[in-house]
C-alpha cells in the first residue's frame, strides 16, 4: 500500500504526458469529469447554451478537448526535492508583482513536483458525493497532495464542441465571486494535478462507500480497481490568473494557495540577476519521439530537471531532518533548508526616472541571512540592554 506521493524518475514524464492524453479522450475519464462537475468541483465551466445535454457532459467534453490540446503543446519540467521546498519556503509571502504572461518558463508546460504544493482534506463521503459508490455517514478523512501543474495562456476560443455550431461560454467560480469570462480576457489557465489513488494511504479495510449490490466498499478495492488503468496524475482544479492582476492573501488549501507557489517557481526559474536554480535535460530517446508525433505531441519531450543552484542548496542532513517531518502528502517543512526564510524585494529597475515616476519595478527574491557554518542549527538570542545608573 503506498502511503506517500512518490515522485516519478524524471525520464518517465513523457510517458506520463502520453497516458494522461489517451486517458482523457477516455470514457471513464469524462464520467469522472461529469461526476466532480455535478458535486460543485470545478472552478471554469464551459457552457453552451441551446444544447440538449447536461451541464455536466458539455463541461467535460469541452475540458477534456482543452487539456488534450495544452498536454500535447507542453514543455516539460520536473522540481527536484529541494526545488519544491525553496519555492514553498519564498512563496509564504505571495508575489508582488503583478501577473505576468513573461513568468512562467515556456509558453504552455507542465511540472511535475518531487513534494506536494499543497493538499487538502475531505471526508471520504465527500469524495464520492454524486457517485454510484456514495454511501451516507461516511466520515473517514482523506488527504489529496497536489502535485503537478499544467498552463498555457487562456484561449478556449479554438475549443468547440463535435457537431455544434452554438457559441461555448466559460463561468469562473471561485473564491466567493462567479461570473462569465469576458471574451477580452487574457492571462494564463492552470491546471492543478494529484497522483491517483485517493485512498491508498487508508487501512485497506476502512469502508469508503458501498458496491453496486449495497455492500460495503472498503478501501483497499477502490484503490485495486484504479491502480489497473489510467495514467498516475489525476486532473483535479483548474484556475485562470488575470494578466495585470494582483495577488490576493490566499485562503489555505486552494487553488489560490498553490498558484502562489507555482508563480513563485516561476520567478525563481527566470529572475535576473540572481541565479537561483539550475537545470539539467533528461533527453526522450528517439523511440519515445517517435511515440510522441504518432500521438500528435508538439511540445518538447525532453524533460527539464530543475534543481536549487549549488550555492544556495541546502545541506543533505538539513533535507533529511525536513523529510523526517514529511507526511508525503502535504507540503513539506522547510524548518531546517532554510531557517530564515527567503524574501521578496520589490526592486526598481530604473532609479534614474523612479521620482518622476517612469520607472518599472520587478519582484525580486532574496535569499535569507544566515550566519555561521551552514550545517550549524539557528540560534536566535533577545538582545538585553541593562542600565546600571540613571542617564544624564
Given at each position: 500500500?503506498?502511503?506517500?506521493?512518490?515522485?516519478?524518475?524524471?525520464?518517465?514524464?513523457?510517458?506520463?504526458?502520453?497516458?494522461?492524453?489517451?486517458?482523457?479522450?477516455?470514457?471513464?475519464?469524462?464520467?469522472?469529469?461529469?461526476?466532480?462537475?455535478?458535486?460543485?468541483?470545478?472552478?471554469?465551466?464551459?457552457?453552451?447554451?441551446?444544447?440538449?445535454?447536461?451541464?455536466?457532459?458539455?463541461?467535460?467534453?469541452?475540458?477534456?478537448?482543452?487539456?488534450?490540446?495544452?498536454?500535447?503543446?507542453?514543455?516539460?519540467?520536473?522540481?527536484?526535492?529541494?526545488?519544491?521546498?525553496?519555492?514553498?519556503?519564498?512563496?509564504?509571502?505571495?508575489?508582488?508583482?503583478?501577473?505576468?504572461?513573461?513568468?512562467?518558463?515556456?509558453?504552455?508546460?507542465?511540472?511535475?513536483?518531487?513534494?506536494?504544493?499543497?493538499?487538502?482534506?475531505?471526508?471520504?463521503?465527500?469524495?464520492?458525493?454524486?457517485?454510484?459508490?456514495?454511501?451516507?455517514?461516511?466520515?473517514?478523512?482523506?488527504?489529496?497532495?497536489?502535485?503537478?501543474?499544467?498552463?498555457?495562456?487562456?484561449?478556449?476560443?479554438?475549443?468547440?464542441?463535435?457537431?455544434?455550431?452554438?457559441?461555448?461560454?466559460?463561468?469562473?467560480?471561485?473564491?466567493?465571486?462567479?461570473?462569465?469570462?469576458?471574451?477580452?480576457?487574457?492571462?494564463?489557465?492552470?491546471?492543478?494535478?494529484?497522483?491517483?489513488?485517493?485512498?491508498?494511504?487508508?487501512?485497506?479495510?476502512?469502508?469508503?462507500?458501498?458496491?453496486?449490490?449495497?455492500?460495503?466498499?472498503?478501501?483497499?478495492?477502490?484503490?485495486?480497481?484504479?491502480?489497473?488503468?489510467?495514467?498516475?496524475?489525476?486532473?483535479?482544479?483548474?484556475?485562470?490568473?488575470?494578466?495585470?492582476?494582483?495577488?490576493?492573501?490566499?485562503?489555505?488549501?486552494?487553488?489560490?494557495?498553490?498558484?502562489?507557489?507555482?508563480?513563485?517557481?516561476?520567478?525563481?526559474?527566470?529572475?535576473?540577476?540572481?541565479?537561483?536554480?539550475?537545470?539539467?535535460?533528461?533527453?526522450?530517446?528517439?523511440?519515445?519521439?517517435?511515440?510522441?508525433?504518432?500521438?500528435?505531441?508538439?511540445?518538447?519531450?525532453?524533460?527539464?530537471?530543475?534543481?536549487?543552484?549549488?550555492?544556495?542548496?541546502?545541506?543533505?542532513?538539513?533535507?533529511?531532518?525536513?523529510?523526517?517531518?514529511?507526511?508525503?502528502?502535504?507540503?513539506?517543512?522547510?524548518?531546517?533548508?532554510?531557517?530564515?526564510?527567503?524574501?521578496?524585494?520589490?526592486?526598481?529597475?530604473?532609479?534614474?526616472?523612479?521620482?518622476?515616476?517612469?520607472?518599472?519595478?520587478e519582484d525580486r527574491i532574496v535569499p535569507g541571512h544566515i550566519?555561521?557554518?551552514?550545517?550549524?542549527?539557528?540560534?536566535?538570542?533577545?538582545?538585553?540592554?541593562?542600565?546600571?545608573?540613571?542617564?544624564?
Open positions: 500500500m503506498t502511503m506517500r506521493w512518490t515522485p516519478p524518475d524524471p525520464r518517465k514524464l513523457p510517458d506520463w504526458r502520453a497516458s494522461m492524453i489517451e486517458y482523457l479522450d477516455s470514457f471513464g475519464a469524462k464520467r469522472v469529469m461529469r461526476e466532480a462537475i455535478h458535486a460543485g468541483h470545478c472552478t471554469i465551466l464551459p457552457m453552451v447554451p441551446g444544447m440538449d445535454a447536461s451541464v455536466g457532459s458539455v463541461g467535460a467534453e469541452l475540458l477534456h478537448q482543452s487539456e488534450i490540446h495544452r498536454l500535447a503543446a507542453a514543455d516539460l519540467y520536473y522540481a527536484t526535492e529541494d526545488m519544491t521546498a525553496l519555492a514553498l519556503a519564498a512563496s509564504t509571502t505571495v508575489p508582488t508583482e503583478p501577473v505576468s504572461m513573461d513568468r512562467p518558463p515556456s509558453r504552455t508546460g507542465l511540472m511535475v513536483f518531487a513534494e506536494p504544493i499543497g493538499g487538502y482534506e475531505q471526508e471520504a463521503g465527500q469524495v464520492l458525493a454524486n457517485t454510484p459508490a456514495y454511501r451516507p455517514g461516511v466520515t473517514t478523512k482523506v488527504t489529496t497532495p497536489i502535485v503537478a501543474v499544467s498552463w498555457s495562456p487562456w484561449n478556449p476560443g479554438s475549443i468547440r464542441l463535435t457537431g455544434s455550431s452554438h457559441r461555448v461560454r466559460w463561468i469562473y467560480k471561485g473564491g466567493g465571486r462567479s461570473g462569465l469570462i469576458p471574451d477580452d480576457f487574457t492571462g494564463l489557465w492552470l491546471t492543478f494535478y494529484s497522483p491517483r489513488g485517493t485512498f491508498d494511504h487508508l487501512d485497506p479495510n476502512t469502508t469508503i462507500g458501498r458496491q453496486r449490490d449495497g455492500s460495503n466498499m472498503t478501501a483497499g478495492q477502490i484503490s485495486t480497481r484504479r491502480r489497473t488503468s489510467g495514467p498516475v496524475l489525476a486532473w483535479d482544479n483548474e484556475m485562470i490568473m488575470r494578466e495585470g492582476g494582483k495577488f490576493e492573501e490566499p485562503q489555505p488549501d486552494t487553488n489560490a494557495d498553490w498558484v502562489s507557489v507555482v508563480y513563485t517557481a516561476w520567478q525563481l526559474m527566470t529572475q535576473q540577476g540572481s541565479q537561483w536554480t539550475e537545470t539539467e535535460t533528461a533527453p526522450r530517446s528517439r523511440s519515445g519521439v517517435k511515440r510522441d508525433a504518432r500521438q500528435q505531441i508538439t511540445g518538447n519531450s525532453d524533460v527539464r530537471i530543475i534543481k536549487v543552484h549549488s550555492s544556495h542548496r541546502p545541506s543533505r542532513r538539513q533535507a533529511a531532518q525536513d523529510a523526517e517531518h514529511s507526511t508525503g502528502r502535504r507540503q513539506p517543512q522547510w524548518t531546517h533548508r532554510w531557517p530564515v526564510a527567503p524574501y521578496r524585494r520589490n526592486t526598481c529597475l530604473n532609479t534614474r526616472a523612479h521620482a518622476d515616476g517612469g520607472c518599472t519595478h550566519k555561521g557554518p551552514a550545517d550549524a542549527p539557528l540560534r536566535t538570542r533577545d538582545t538585553v540592554r541593562l542600565w546600571d545608573a540613571q542617564p544624564n
